[in-house]
Structure formats: C-alpha cells, structure tokens
T-cell receptor
Framework: GENVEQHPSTLSVQEGDSAVIKCTYS??????FPWYKQELGKRPQLIID?????GEKKDQRIAVTLNKTAKHFSLHITETQPEDSAVYFC????????????FGTGTRLLVSP | EAQVTQNPRYLITVTGKKLTVTCSQN?????MSWYRQDPGLGLRQIYY???????DKGDVPEGYKVSRKEKRNFPLILESPSPNQTSLYFC???????????FGPGTRLTVL
C-alpha cells in the first residue's frame, strides 16, 4: 500500500522567511496530493492540492510542487506570518473510485515574530 | 451551514465499556471516513464508507466497528475499548465528484 513520509517534523522560521515542507510517496499510481493545515485544537482543513497532470500550483503565499518521477511533492510558504503557525499534513491518494487518503506524519511550523 | 458534526467531543471511559461516537454530515456526501490522530503518527484511517451499506477497513481497523445505514450518518463503535485506543478521532466526508475531505471537529477519547 501507499506510504507517505514527511520532513521535517518541526520547522521554526522568522516572520517573513520562507518555509518548505517535503513529502515522498511510494505508490506510483497516486495522483492526488492535498495539503492540510491543522491549528492547535482544531480540525484539519485543506489549504491546497495538486493533481498529477500539473507540476506546480500557487495560491497567494502558498505553492505546491510535484515531481512524479522522483515521487515527491513539497509545500512552499512565502512571507510567513505568525498565523501560519500550525501543523501541516501532506497526503496522497489514487483518484480512482473512493479517495483513500494516506497522510504523512505532520510538520509543526512555528513562525516567530 | 455545510458541516460535519461529531459527538461527543470529549469522552473519558473505562476499559471494556462499549461506546459509540456519532458522525453526521449535511452535504449529501457519498464518502465518509474515520481517522485517529496520535502524536508522531499523523492521521491514520480506521474505516471508510463509499455509500450506504458499503464499508471497508482502513489501515488500523482492529477494535473498531462502523455502520452506514443512512447516507448522512457514520457512527464509530468501540465494543470493548482498551487504553491503546486513547486518541483523537476525526470523521470526514467527501463528495464523489470532488476530492476535498471535510473533517469534523474531533472527539478526544480517553480509555482508563
């Protein structure tokens, strides 16, 4: 089955810096890669996703890149702000029938003012 | 308001006492899942359902049961809870037409 590895487990940056979180997956048939943000005590919420037919997707300060050959994808946050502090999860799934998401273990991002 | 709800939000119980965590969604979603979240392990899928009366095991199904008698509800049943089932549980739903999973607020379960 699918296995998703996520690094780093913790990431501390200064406000205004960029942050990058990387994930690798094992199932070459996976073709949907979402990223979820979980604030302290809250539920995970989708912030951006990418499908295998594109290599990069941007939404304001966040972007995701996908390298299908190497089987890895990354989340990039630019101009970080304290409110970006949260746990971020990557996930992967095959978009055939039911979407069975396999999650990474999470990255705790701390943005210091 | 479109949402996924779970009850209870917090539960402390003792080993062996059967319990049910309810999950309900009002978005007419076909797909529903249960996850448990543990420190350092991320979110792991327990069971999922593709539609009414269609359920299947996820990655960590041992000790859990589910049912899907109605489209909107997907309860999680622990017949004989044990301390290793102490965790934060999330229900999620998604449409067959899109990929986005919507999570419930979570249920923090402690089994003594």
């Amino acid at each position: 089955g699918e296995n998703v590895e996520q690094h780093p487990s913790t990431l501390s940056v200064q406000e205004g810096d960029s942050a990058v979180i990387k994930c690798t997956y094992s199932d070459s048939a996976s073709n949907y890669f979402p990223w979820y943000k979980q604030e302290l005590g809250k539920r995970p919420q989708l912030i951006i996703d990418i499908r295998s037919n594109v290599g990069e997707k941007k939404d304001q300060r966040i972007a995701v890149t996908l390298n299908k050959t190497a089987k890895h994808f990354s989340l990039h946050i630019t101009e970080t702000q304290p409110e970006d502090s949260a746990v971020y999860f990557c996930a992967a799934s095959r978009r055939t029938g039911f979407q069975k998401l396999v999650f990474g273990t999470g990255t705790r991002l701390l943005v210091s003012p | 308001e479109a949402q996924v709800t779970q009850n209870p939000r917090y539960l402390i119980t003792v080993t062996g006492k059967k319990l049910t965590v309810t999950c309900s969604q009002n978005m007419n979603h076909e797909y529903m899942s249960w996850y448990r979240q543990d420190p350092g392990l991320g979110l792991r899928q327990i069971y999922y359902s593709m539609n009414v009366e269609v359920t299947d095991k996820g990655d960590v199904p041992e000790g859990y049961k589910v049912s899907r008698k109605e489209k909107r509800n997907f309860p999680l049943i622990l017949e004989s809870p044990s301390p290793n089932q102490t965790s934060l549980y999330f229900c999620a739903s998604s449409s067959a037409l899109t990929d986005t999973q919507y999570f419930g607020p979570g249920t923090r379960l402690t089994v003594l």
